[in-house]
């Protein structure tokens, strides 16, 4: 339990300085893809894929989310 309580207040300068103020994350594990949305249902009606393999999700001109494929490549290294 210690170390996951370090591992969040390890996080907290980033979520700081996170671009919005409300955001929830959920992340599948099995298919390793780490979902953010900045509203709850996104309704997203366009989507940008990076050449990171980031998806952008739109409403409009509005972000309402990000779809990060094969996320644990970003992973910090210790």
């Known amino acids: 339990m210690a170390e996951e309580v ?3 207040v390890n996080a907290i300068p980033m979520l700081l300085n996170f671009p919005a103020k409300r955001f929830h994350v ?3 594990k099995e298919a390793d ?3 953010i949305s900045f509203e709850r249902p996104q309704k997203a009606t366009d989507t940008e894929v990076t050449d990171e393999g980031i998806l952008l999700r ?3 001109n509005k972000l309402v989310g990000i779809t990060i494929l094969n996320a644990s490549r970003f992973k910090v290294k210790a």
């Open 6 to 8: 370090k591992k969040i």
């Open 26 to 28: 959920d992340y599948d």
């Open 33 to 35: 893809v780490l979902y």
């Open 58 to 60: 739109f409403r409009e």
